[in-house]
Every structure is written in C-alpha cells, then in structure tokens.
C-alpha cells in the first residue's frame, strides 16, 4: 500500500487560536486525514493568534487537497497559503555556474580572460588533446534529451524534460562530483539530434544521454558511439542493465545458483530490457526468454523490427512462443522493464524454486512486490519504498567519474560488467540477504568503486 512520501509535500500556512490544544488540534487533524507531519514552526505569535506553517507528507495532490481542506474545517482556523515543497524547490530550477578561479584585480582578469587565456587557446589549437588537460572538457558531461521518452510519463517534450535533466546533473555532481549539464534538443529527428550532439561534442567530455525513446535511441547511441571520441552512454539503457546484472549476482549468491544454470525471463525489449540482454547473454544463462507486448520473442514472429529480430537471434534457445506467463513457468528469474501488474502470485508460484522477481516496472511493477514475496526468494523493484531499490543512480556518476578520469574515448561493455560488479561487491557476502542485495544510494563506498573500477577497464583496454 502506497505510504504519504515526501514527493507529495506540502507547507501550509494557517492562524490558529493560541490555545494550548491549537498545535495537537491541528497535527491530529492532518493525521485523520491520512497525512503525515513532518514540520510544525510557529512563524508569528499573537495574544489572540498565532501563524503556523505546518509541513506534511501526502499520496498525491488529491490527497494534499483534502489535508487542507481537513485543516481549514478546523474551529477558528483559517488556511493562508499552501506551498507545495516538490515545486518551491524547482523555482528558479536546480542548477548554476560557479567559477573556480576569483576575479580580485587586472592581474586575476589578464590571465583568466584577455590577453592571458590567447596562450591557453594557441596550446590547444596546436594540440587538441590539450582541452581535456586545460578546459572543463575534462569533468564536463552534455546530459542530452529530445524528450520523448520522460520517465514514464511519455512525450512532453524538451522543455518539460528539463527538470528531469536538471535533477540527474546535480546527482551527478553529489555523487561523482562531475559538472553535468542540460541539452535539451527541440527535435526529435534522429538526424537532427546526431548532427547537433556531434556539433556540441568539443566542450563535453562525455555523452549522457536521457529519455529518449526506443526504438530511436539504438541508433542515436550507436551512431554517435562512431561518430564521436568521447563516451556516449545511455542511461535509460546501459545505467538499467549495469544495476541490474550487480542485483542479479548478488540474487544468485543468495540463493546459491549460478547463472550457468538458469533460465532469465525478460519482460519488456525497448529500452531497459534491450541493453540488460546485451550485458546478460556474454554471462552464459542457460536460457533468456525476451517478452515483450507481442509475447514471447521468438525468430517466427512476423512483427519484429531490427531490434526484436536482434534479440531473437541471440535468445530462445528452446524456440518458445506464447505469452509472459508461459514464459516464466519453470524459469529461475524474472526481470521485468515492461508495464504494471503483468503477472499475478500464482504465475511466480509456477516459477523454479528459490525464484528471483525483479520487477521493474515504474512507478507500479509487473507485480505487486508484496505478493511476489509469498512466492519468490529474492524481489527487487525501482521503488524507494520497498527492500532492493533497482536505481540507476547506483551506476551512471561513479561510471562517468572513472570514464572521464581515465579520459577515455569510449565506453565498452566489459566497462559496464565492471562497473556492475563493484556495486555488486559494496555489499559484503556477511551482510547479503534477500532484502539486502543492492547496497544504499548513499552509501558513499558506490560511487568511487564505481569509478574505480571503470577507470581501470578503461586504461586496461586503451593500454
Ligand atoms: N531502475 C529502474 O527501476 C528502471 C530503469 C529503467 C526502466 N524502468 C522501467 O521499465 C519500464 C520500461 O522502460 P523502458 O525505458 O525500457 O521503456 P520502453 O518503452 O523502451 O520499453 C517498454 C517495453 O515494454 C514492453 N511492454 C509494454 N507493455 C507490455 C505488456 N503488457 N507485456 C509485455 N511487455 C510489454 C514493450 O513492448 C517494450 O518492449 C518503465 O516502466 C520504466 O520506468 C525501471
């Protein structure tokens, strides 16, 4: 059951009596409601009155509404004002430039801008590569969108993706210290957005780029991953399936199978589900069985594009056709990039023993994860509030701090599996445990194992 989180917060200003029962009157009035408090500041007292912003968790903006409502109701109080927390702290947006250098005097301004920088600029026309060395090419990552594809809410396009793109620079920046920045395209044409990425390239030392819909996104990467001498790297995908195979050695330990050994169902072959198949088959499963809204992947399909008959051709080996819940009957492990409530407890319960559910899905998975865990040994979700948080933020900051320490001019695969097993292995064996298997997001051991471990694959194979 969905609990009031802080994504749904508000502050809302009231006067209230100066009773001495005023404050429990109005924190048992938001309780009732369903909200949770989580501030009570009393900003003005009165001899007749007293102003008070009190702070609470809601379920949705419905929900908040009624947590009003349920306050100004209240005998001799009035609602002033209503903030909502989520947008107050959007306004102006999330980011800014700072400069590292101070501009004190003449001498500080001849070195920094003209005459001085003229040198700096003739250095790096004589040697190009010297941008990484005396620019902020070095630390700089283009989180590039069209989009089309924004979290799960669909096409809203560029300026309403911006939010998004603003909020991963500054995980970028928290959690890897790298300076990330928003490129939002106004085009959603393949061509276009290449051209345009490949024009902006010089500055950036890496390509982030963020909901952009498949099956568009294959060929954007893949054709700037030529184009460019920078890493291009797509969240939506690669930063999925490097969380992804870490949970999913970490589910193996604990339940003690080897993926050698295991059939893997994918629901879900777009974004996600294209790039954990990628990562997953150099694994050797014994079988992937790939799902998607047409059912099972299977060679004799008639509807698949070049993606699906990809996927086709390296899966399946058993040639299966029908839907999920044939699909997953007798396979070891689930994961699901799909849609919600796709398979009910009795389609886990036909799983093989000691099964593992991933169930990905946002912001509702394919299944409810308190009823997968009736029949499952290891659930993992991309919710906050359940065990096993399958967060891309686990991977893209520590695996652009090691590209970018490494100055590398690509990222590989073999990058990704080690970016995937040093999240893996941030959890000790001692602390595994089937609510356990993902170490936390702030867990400030991630991010530079991350790093670390990219940045020695990246030497390794430019070596
Ligand atoms: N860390 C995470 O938790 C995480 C990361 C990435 C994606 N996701 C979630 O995974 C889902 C997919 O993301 P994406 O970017 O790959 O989307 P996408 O649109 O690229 O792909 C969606 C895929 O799901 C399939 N699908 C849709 N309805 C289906 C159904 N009824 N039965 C079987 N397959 C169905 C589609 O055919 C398609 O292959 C979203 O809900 C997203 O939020 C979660």
């Known amino acids: 059951m969905p609990v009031p989180g802080p994504g749904y917060s508000i502050t809302v200003r009231v006067e209230a009596p100066p009773s001495a029962g005023a404050a429990g009157d109005l924190t048992t009035a938001v309780g009732r409601a369903g909200g949770v408090v989580t501030a009570f500041d009393v900003v003005e007292s ?87 060395r005396l620019t902020i090419k070095r630390n700089t990552v283009a989180v590039v969108t069209d989009g089309s594809a924004v979290l799960g809410l669909g096409n809203l396009g560029p300026a309403a993706a911006l939010p998004v793109m603003e909020g991963k ?144 051709a390296l899966t399946n080996a058993d040639g299966r056709t029908g839907s999920l819940v044939d699909a997953v009957r007798g396979a070891d492990v689930f994961i699901g990039v799909s849609a919600p409530d796709l398979l009910a407890g009795a389609d886990v319960a036909t799983m093989a023993p000691d099964a593992i559910v991933f169930a990905l899905a946002n912001p509702d998975p394919e299944i409810d994860p308190l009823v997968a865990q009736r029949y499952a040994a290891v659930v993992a979700t991309g919710r906050s509030d359940y065990p096993n948080q399958i967060n891309n933020v686990l991977a893209f900051p520590g695996v652009f701090r090691g590209l970018l320490d490494a100055g590398a001019k690509e990222i590989t695969d073999q990058m990704l599996v080690a970016a995937a097993t040093a999240i893996a292995d941030v959890v000790a064996v001692d602390n595994l445990n089937p609510s356990f298997i993902v170490p936390s997001v702030f867990d400030a051991a991630v991010a530079p194992a991350v790093a670390d471990a990219v940045r020695r694959a990246a030497r390794h194979e430019m070596a």
């Open 46 to 132: 009165h001899a007749d009155r007293m102003v008070v912003d009190i702070s609470c968790n809601a379920l949705s903006e419905e929900h908040s509404r009624s947590v009003t409502v349920a306050l100004d109701a209240l005998a001799g109080v009035r609602v002033r004002k209503v903030s909502d927390r989520t947008f107050l702290l959007h306004l102006g947006g999330k980011l800014e430039v700072s400069a590292k250098v101070a501009v004190r005097n003449r001498e500080d301004l001849s070195r920094i801008y003209t005459p001085g920088v003229a040198r700096v600029c003739l250095a790096i026309a004589a040697n190009p590569e010297d941008a990484r």
């Open 169 to 312: 620079a500054a995980l970028f920046k928290r959690f890897a210290g790298v300076d990330a920045w928003p490129v939002c395209l106004d085009t959603q044409d393949p061509e276009e957005i290449i051209r345009t990425v490949q024009l902006i390239a010089p500055a950036y030392g890496g390509i982030n780029l963020e909901d952009i819909a498949a099956p568009r996104c294959f060929e954007i990467e893949a054709r700037l991953r030529e184009l460019l001498d920078v890493p291009v790297f797509h969240d939506d995908q690669h930063g999925t399936a490097v969380v992804v195979l870490a949970a999913l050695r970490n589910a193996l330990r604990v339940v003690g199978k080897e993926i050698t050994a295991c059939r893997v169902v994918i629901c879900g072959v777009g974004a996600a589900g294209s790039a954990i198949i990628r990562l997953l088959l150099p694994l050797r499963p014994a079988d992937v069985v790939a799902v998607d809204v047409g059912g099972i992947v299977h060679a004799g399909r008639p509807d698949l594009d070049a993606n699906l008959a990809r996927v086709a």
